[in-house]
């Protein structure tokens, strides 16, 4: 079921009508608590999210999902009148996985919708990634540099578990983009050489295991 968190009633009726007659079970939901007394009820494949609501702000919703291990890998897109770049970066790196940016059209909804399934599908996770210096428990969303937990943010992650889920590939940054921030995602390449700067630094002295091909893009070496 896809659950649909907006305030507005008449964008949530014209959201769940647009879902229905594209074949999608789907249910509207007016605040953040009752889409939570929902959630254990309800098995949630995606969620369309809205920033301003009445009780808690989408971005608050955002985190409490992404911070369960029974909701954090629940696909979310942010439907939000607020859309600057900055934020944008906000939500993403918070663990969205697309942005629609209102006002938008219900064929751009349902195209980003079957974007985000089809990557949530080829990038669902394994049991461990990785074998010597950096290690990805995929399940409880951990990365571990020498057998030590370290902190990353969830765009981090993504990228760090797509290059070492494919050793030796070289992506070029728009393939990133595609993969990780989603392929309507607008903003510069610059984006994917940032959070490959921060991931390198988190990862200490495997940072170099993340190997920039020059005039190309990114890839994982294998024998770290």
């Not at 981090?156 to 993969?179: C, F, N, Q, W």
């Not at 994917?192 to 190309?216: C, M, N, P, Q, S």
Request: hydrophobic content about 40%; aromatic content about 8%.
């Amino acid at each position: 079921m896809i659950a649909c968190v907006e305030d507005e009633e008449s964008i949530r009726e014209i959201e769940i009508y647009t879902l229905k007659s594209a074949g999608y079970d789907a249910e509207g939901f007016a605040d953040g608590k009752s889409f939570f007394e929902a959630l254990p009820k309800e098995k949630i494949e995606l969620v369309i999210l809205d920033v301003m609501l009445p009780d808690m702000d989408g971005i608050e919703i955002l985190k409490k999902l992404k911070k369960e291990p029974s909701t954090r890998n629940i696909p979310v897109i942010i439907a939000s009148a607020k859309g600057t770049e900055f934020d944008k970066i906000k939500g993403l790196d918070l663990g969205a996985d697309d942005y629609l940016a209102k006002p938008f059209g219900m064929m751009e909804m349902l195209s980003r919708i079957k974007a985000v399934s089809r990557r949530s599908n080829v990038m669902e996770d394994d049991p461990v990634i990785g074998k010597e210096q950096i290690q990805i428990l995929t399940r409880q969303h951990q990365v571990f540099v020498n057998h030590k937990e370290i902190a990353l943010t969830y765009k981090e992650y993504e990228v760090l578990k797509m290059l070492m889920s494919h050793p030796g590939i070289v992506y070029t940054r728009e393939e990133l983009l595609d993969a990780v921030w989603g392929m309507e995602y607008d903003g510069e390449t610059r984006t994917v050489d940032v959070h490959i700067r921060t991931l390198r630094a988190k990862l200490k002295e495997a940072g170099y295991a993340i190997d920039t091909v020059r005039g190309v893009g990114y890839r994982y070496k294998e024998n770290v």
